[in-house]
């Protein structure tokens, strides 16, 4: 079993639907990352939360520590959005474990 | 805000041969630096965590002598790939932590590493 788990691995919507990606995670963590892959291979890292709620833009990330579940939420997707989404935990200092990945087709 | 630079983006070599990729942080001193390697439609997997310094500690299963990584400054660490085999053929990502323990991670851009 993956430490990390993410859902859906696929996910295809119009543009403007609201979306929501899941991670669940089995280790205890010191932070939880959500990170964006376009294709072509680079990475920007989203948010870095340890409880609560984050929001930038249109993005908004929330943690459920007790229940070791985050969400990453898109409103009014854009098929910009179209990229594959990430889950890592973070234990420690130096650790992440990381999810295989939320692909994302935003289509017009 | 803080950026990561890693080069080269793409670089196709013949077997045999060593590849460095280096990773630099811009505006910002990064005493840890980490590689990733990914496989197509997988997940990144963590290679080796580099601390300005001192040696890199590499993960269960990777070769230190086969993917060398010096940190040399604070901005910059490398990765070099040596005698490269087809199998080594994959995607290759360093991203740096700022300020502190648990500050936030910026990525490369990758290398996407190709041998003949």
Known sequence: KNEVEQSPQNLTAQEGEFITINCSYSVGISALHWLQQHPGGGIVSLFMLSSGKKKHGRLIATINIQEKHSSLHITASHPRDS???????????????FGTGTRLTVIP | GAVVSQHPSRVICKSGTSVKIECRSLDFQATTMFWYRQFPKQSLMLMATSNEGSKATYEQGVEKDKFLINHASLTLSTL?????????????????REQGAFGKLFFGSGTQLSVL
């Open chain 2, 80 to 96: 070099t790939v040596t005698s490269a085999h087809p199998e080594d053929s994959s995607f290759y990502i360093c991203s740096a």
């Open chain 1, 83 to 97: 990229a594959v989404y990430i889950c890592a935990a973070q234990t420690g200092a130096n650790n992440l474990f």
